[in-house]
């Protein structure tokens, strides 16, 4: 197996390094293992990578990005090798269970997790006994992991950011907009609409300017996967309908178009309750645009009050209706009269404002380029190498299976002694029998052992569901109860 040739020369005695994620996507996970790759390559390490197309009822049906990706078939390496996974903690032991199985022998694993909140949930907790090593993009996604990894590491890295290709000309081009300023917020509706809180920056755009104005500024609110949340996107739709400068964009674009849009935005806003890192911020800034966001969360490790607008937050409980998170966790509820005054102020393109933005870009290009990022990689892996790998739980459920077919061939085995057994055997056929009762309860303990934690497994497996259940219960009744309070009253008599 011959790794891609890289664009310097391979960091010496670093062993070889394989890394999985879905590498195909085109939502933030895929995005991340893609530039984790390139920035490796950046930094003279050879990277091998496997694409994951996991694909089950709570996965989000990923759609291709266009971005190139390689895919090489794995064999088990026999020098001891470095495994990095893009992938979060809920996602490990199925990837264990399945074709990700060479990654974990004889290697030590790295996986590379993202979350939004500060405490995490259990189904994400378990991922941490595969492990050898965890990686957080943010501080404060570290902080979150350090609080249930026991003796695991987890170690904070900086994360590349990818450049969004084109120039001013080409996006005023194909995006327009009659020549006006555009404010811009992108999210996902999978990702959860009350943590990225669009209508948040539609609420500080019409405070900052009450009235649509002719020429005058716009909103622009672009989405992916508004379909798979119908209520939610017609809620949003129908709350800003009546403000002609707000536009609502929903679905995929290619790479070339969502860059370009990147380029045609005059600033980027984002009201998020919280965020993990904040990867579309991250590229607005890497074109110099002047970027408004929460002053919590991931996006802190890129954001500074000297080249950024951080807009200050009361902490508040989650609350009812977010599938992803417990109601009783706590995220941020940005100040919409501080967003407004700031949306105002980067309207007004002063020479101060668009100093800030350009310091912003400086920042950003600086600390966030795929060498100096791959640099950064590539030491945490000489931190890691030589590492012994840590004893992992073998409670899938091929070993279960092989348990118990190993107890029946040794059943089998011993009905098919023969007997009867002679007065003066009973001595050896005593010590015989004893040796063979006591192999068969060591084998029953195991079977036993692996059965009870693979039940565990799916005991908690099928507690996490309910509560995703409940969750979305409490969402469907709290948007069930929004659209009759806007529903028209009856006519008057």
């Known amino acids: ?18 890394l999985a994620g879905f590498l195909k996507s085109g939502l933030g996970l895929g995005e991340s293992s893609r530039l984790i790759a390139r920035s490796l390559e950046a930094a003279g390490v050879p990277v091998v ?17 266009g971005a190139s990706s390689k ?34 022998e004889n ?50 890295f900086t994360h590349p950011v990818p450049i969004p290709l084109g120039d001013i000309t080409a996006a005023r081009l194909r995006f327009p907009f009659e020549g006006r300023f555009v404010f811009l917020f992108t999210f996902d509706f999978q990702s959860c609409v009350k943590r990225k809180n669009p209508s948040g920056v539609c609420e500080a755009f019409v405070q900052a300017f009450p009235e649509p104005q002719p020429g005058g500024p716009l909103c622009l609110v672009k989405s992916i996967n508004g379909a798979l949340h119908p209520i939610d996107h017609a809620l949003l739709r129908h709350r800003w309908a009546h403000r002609p400068d707000i536009i609502m964009m929903d679905g995929f674009l290619s790479v070339e178009d969502r860059d370009l849009l990147t380029w045609r935005a005059d ?27 929460t002053a919590y969360s991931g996006n802190l490790a890129f954001m500074k009050e000297e ?41 007004s393109q002063t020479p101060a404002v668009l100093a800030k933005a350009r310091a912003g870009m400086d920042y950003v290009r600086s600390h966030h380029s795929p060498s100096a990022c791959g640099t950064g990689l590539a030491s945490l892996l000489h931190e890691a190498k030589g590492k012994k790998p840590r ?20 059943r089998k085995e011993q009905e098919q002694t023969p007997g009867p057994v002679k007065p003066w055997q009973w001595s050896a056929a ?20 692996l059965t009870l934690s693979s039940l565990k497994q799916m005991d908690e497996a099928h507690r996490a569901r309910v509560a995703d259940l409940q969750r979305q219960i409490g969402r469907l009744s709290d948007q069930l109860t929004e659209v009759i309070r806007r529903l028209p009253g009856p006519d008057p008599q």
């Open 391 to 410: 004893t992992r739980p073998g409670i899938t459920p091929p070993a279960r299976a092989e348990a118990y077919a190993a107890l029946a061939a040794l």
């Open 307 to 347: 080249h950024s607008w951080l807009i200050p937050f009361t902490r508040v409980p989650v609350g009812r209706g977010s599938v992803h998170y417990d109601a009783a966790q706590i995220w941020a509820d940005p100040d919409t009269a501080a967003a407004a005054a700031a949306i105002k102020e980067v309207f």
């Open 107 to 156: 290697r030590y694993v790295v996986s590379i997790w993202f979350w939004e909140l500060e405490e995490l949930p259990a189904r994400m907790v378990d991922g941490f006994q595969y492990l050898d090593e965890v990686w957080a993009p943010t501080p404060f996604i570290q902080a979150a992991l350090q609080r249930h990894c026991g003796e695991v590491p987890v170690k904070v």
């Open 71 to 104: 895919t090489i078939r794995l064999t088990t390496a026999a020098d001891l090798g470095i495994s990095i996974l893009s992938l979060n903690g809920d996602q490990i032991a199925r990837f264990m269970s399945g074709e990700g199985k060479p990654f974990f």
């Open 1 to 18: 197996m011959t790794p891609s040739p890289s664009a310097s020369a391979p960091a010496p005695a670093l062993p070889e390094i394989w």
């Open 430 to 449: 005593l010590r015989d029998i004893r040796k063979e009762s006591a192999r068969t309860a060591r084998m029953e303990r195991r079977a036993l052992s």
């Open 49 to 65: 990578t496997q694409t994951w197309e996991k694909t089950d009822v709570s996965t989000v049906p990923f759609e291709n990005s």
């Open 267 to 293: 600033a980027c806003v984002s009201l998020h309750r919280s965020e993990g890192l904040g990867l579309t911020l991250m590229e607005a800034m890497a074109v110099g645009k002047p970027c408004i966001a």
